[in-house]
């Protein structure tokens, strides 16, 4: 047995601890998402009480892949609705004297989200494919093995 909370701490302490973020929202998330994580695994983890049976390290590595990129995916949109909403124009920055103002450019910062989902697609799409490599069983056998099979000399 797994528990979600557990999952969704571990990912906080690791990933998240100074950000705004809470363990609770991420716990959500997971708790919420299971059917994806079964689309993509071809598995039937079924959470109850945020308890998921049969739930391994494999699995967990996983699903954590799976929140950070939608989390850094959110992140992107986020920016992205921050700089079409910006009623400043496109100032960066503002000098008088001694004195200055700096924006932060949401262009840059929307660009390194992008950046860090596609990291974290990356990372999903090579786990999720050794995972289901691994987990997969032949289809077929063929050659000497099949005729050792009939004859009982396996």
């Known amino acids: 047995m797994s528990n979600i909370r557990d999952l969704a701490n571990a990912i906080y302490v690791n990933e998240f601890d100074s950000t705004g973020i809470t363990v609770e929202s991420i716990s959500g998330w997971l708790d919420n998402n299971i059917g994806k ?3 993509v695994l071809y598995t039937s983890f079924s959470g109850i009480n945020g308890e998921i ?3 391994g390290l494999e699995e ?9 990129y939608h989390y850094y995916t959110k ?3 986020n920016t992205i609705r921050g700089i079409a909403n910006d009623t400043n124009g496109n100032i960066l920055s503002v000098r008088d004297g001694d004195n200055a103002i700096t ?6 910062v929307s660009k390194v989200y992008k950046s860090l989902a596609q990291d974290a697609n990356n990372n999903l799409t090579y786990l999720i494919g ?3 490599s691994y987990q997969a069983s032949p ?4 050659g000497i ?7 009982g000399t396996v």
């Not at 967990?60 to 950070?68: A, C, P, R, T, V």
């Not at 924006?103 to 840059?108: A, D, L």
């Open 37 to 39: 994580l079964n689309n």
């Open 53 to 55: 049976s049969g739930f």
């Open 60 to 68: 967990q590595s996983i699903y954590k892949e799976m929140y950070l």
């Open 75 to 77: 992140q992107t949109r």
């Open 103 to 108: 924006f932060v450019n949401k262009n840059e």
């Open 130 to 132: 050794k995972y289901n």
């Open 139 to 142: 289809r077929q056998v063929g």
């Open 145 to 151: 093995e099949t005729l050792a099979q009939a004859t």
